[in-house]
Nanobody, 120 residues
Framework: QVQLVESGGGLVQPGGSLRLSCATSRSIFSIATMGWYRQAPGKQRELVATITSDGNTNYSDSVKGRFTISGDNAKNTVYLQMNSLQPEDTAVYYC??????????????WGQGTQVTVSS
């Protein structure tokens, strides 16, 4: 089982920046894919960005060019650097880990989420 703990959320003005952190209970190179998702009020949870164990990244169109996902194997932590934040980025941000177990089944884990509010 992988435990995930998000941090770094808060209140920022439009155009501001935040860096979210996702601390894991195991080395992230053993996790096939880690990602950030978000859920805004009244909306479904949506993909923000993902990063694979070999460093490949992808982003939703809404954050491409503004957000950057990265990992630090030594700290067992994945980050989401968020720049040029806009009110529509307001959401609870969740960390996700996905991997294959010993039976080659795809399994995953979710963090508890951290609130990001962008408002003037």
């Amino acid at each position: 089982q992988v435990q995930l703990v998000e941090s770094g959320g808060g209140l920022v003005q439009p155009g501001g920046s935040l860096r979210l952190s996702c601390a894991t209970s195991r080395s992230i190179f053993s996790i096939a894919t880690m990602g950030w998702y978000r859920q805004a009020p009244g909306k479904q949870r949506e993909l923000v960005a993902t990063i694979t164990s070999d460093g490949n990244t992808n982003y939703s169109d809404s954050v491409k060019g503004r957000f950057t996902i990265s990992g630090d194997n030594a700290k067992n932590t994945v980050y989401l650097q968020m720049n040029s934040l806009q009110p529509e980025d307001t959401a609870v941000y969740y960390c996700n880990a996905r991997w294959r177990d010993v039976f080659k089944s795809i399994v995953g884990s979710w963090g508890q989420g951290t609130q990001v509010t962008v408002s003037s």
